[in-house]
């Protein structure tokens, strides 16, 4: 029942995200004590409060003409956050560009930990640049993987 509430929030959702240019990072829906229906989207241009509303007042019409949640239940949009952690394989393209710090359970090439700039995803590796080369990471190595928010770009 709740996976099929999420893959049925996330079909609802997706032409709202393309049509304001945002993408759809992560949908949750938890469901100890009181419901709560929760939607990360991303706006590669840097996500507003007008986003999340934007896509709040939408989607919370169509789940009410849906009733797909049948109690009552809170419904929250946000942004990601500065330094998520990264659960599926899509993020690793939606977040390209962006710093990143990955901790593997083998090491790769000597190392466990890696930090640099993600760009993006080659067959089921993870294509990181780092100390001025390209490292590729296989998914299923990753232990994990977080974005990293470096204040005055340090």
Do not use: H
């Amino acid at each position: 029942m709740k996976e099929n509430i999420i893959e049925r929030v996330k079909e609802l959702l997706q032409p709202l995200i393309e049509e304001r240019g945002l993408k759809l990072v992560d949908v949750e829906y938890i469901t100890a004590g009181k419901p709560v229906l929760r939607i990360y989207v991303y706006n590669p241009e840097g996500t507003s409060i007008e986003d999340c509303e934007w896509i709040s007042r939408r989607i919370g019409a169509l789940l009410d003409i849906e009733d797909l949640i049948p109690v009552s239940y809170i419904l929250e949009v946000s942004s990601p956050g500065l330094d998520r952690k990264l659960k599926n394989r899509e993020e690793y393209e939606i977040f390209k560009g962006r710093e990143i710090k990955i901790i593997t359970r083998e090491p790769v090439e000597g190392k466990n930990v890696f930090e640099g700039v993600l760009k993006g995803l080659e067959n089921n590796s993870v294509v990181l640049e780092t100390g001025g080369k390209t490292v590729k990471i296989p998914l299923k190595n990753i232990s994990r993987a977080n974005l990293e928010y470096k204040i005055g770009g340090e």
